[in-house]
């Protein structure tokens, strides 16, 4: 099978082209590198750009940040940040709720914070904490099943914002418009381009999955079950 037609090709980060907050591995790498001699690459992450940039040892390429909140490119070796949405946020308002879901559900051993607040907007609620050891993120819901079961509670409580499950151990809980298909509109619009000139790769296509608004979009997508095929999968698509 060939996507050679294909013009951009779109990225998840954790969980599909490496372990969830760990570095970029030298294999996958070394495709990228290939991949950015034939097509144009871009990230449509969860995590914050400058967060993302590190992560993939600085590896140049547009990323796309806050499920869209966040924009921007590499110019002269170095992060620029091109676009970035704010939305305000009642912190009080949002620890009472987050309370009340911890005391629903039996959530009151946690490590650090009960939410995480990013200069975006955009909330994460760490079922284990701010602080937890990757280790036990990794360890608590590899599947999603823990998450999924009160994903729609999550829901109701956070019912003005898109709730997405995020990470590991999370959920991710985003001002709207703001998801992953958003984000790619946005940039192909400003790339005078069209769903049909991107394929997109990632890790969760479920129930509340961060990257559950691309099926049925006319985006071509690819799911990865385990990162570490990605860079086989990848180079037999587009490299072979």
Do not use: W
């Not at 819901?141 to 898109?162: I, L």
């Not at 999370?170 to 991107?198: M, Q, T, W």
């Not at 990257?211 to 999968?233: A, K, L, N, Q, T």
């Amino acid at each position: 099978m060939s996507y050679i037609t294909k013009k951009l090709i779109a990225m998840d980060l954790d969980g599909t082209i490496t372990q969830h907050k760990s570095a970029l591995s030298a294999v996958c790498r070394k495709v990228l590198e290939e991949l950015t001699l034939r097509y144009r690459l871009f990230m449509v992450c969860a995590g914050g750009c400058e967060r993302v940039y590190k992560q993939m040892g600085e590896f140049p390429l547009d990323i796309i940040g806050f499920y869209g909140m966040q924009y921007s490119t590499v110019m002269d070796g170095k992060l620029v940040i091109q676009e970035k949405h704010t939305e305000a946020v009642d912190r009080e308002d949002i620890l009472v709720r987050a309370e009340a879901l911890r005391t629903e559900f039996g959530f009151d051993n946690y490590d650090g914070d009960c939410m995480e607040f990013h200069a975006s907007g955009m909330l994460t609620f760490p079922i284990l904490g701010t602080t937890a050891s990757l280790e036990k993120k990794l360890l608590y819901d590899p599947d999603r099943k823990k998450r999924r079961k009160y994903f729609s509670r999550v829901q109701e409580v956070f019912d003005d914002y898109t709730v997405f499950i995020g990470g590991t151990s999370s959920f991710d809980i985003v001002p709207r418009p703001y998801n992953k298909l958003h984000a790619i509109d946005c940039y192909l619009r400003d790339s005078g381009l069209e769903r049909v000139d991107v394929i997109y790769f990632g890790d969760d296509f479920g129930l509340g999955g961060n990257d559950s608004d691309i099926p049925g979009s006319g985006i071509e997508f690819v799911r990865i079950d385990d990162y570490r095929e990605f860079p086989s999968i990848a180079r037999r698509m587009f490299l072979e």
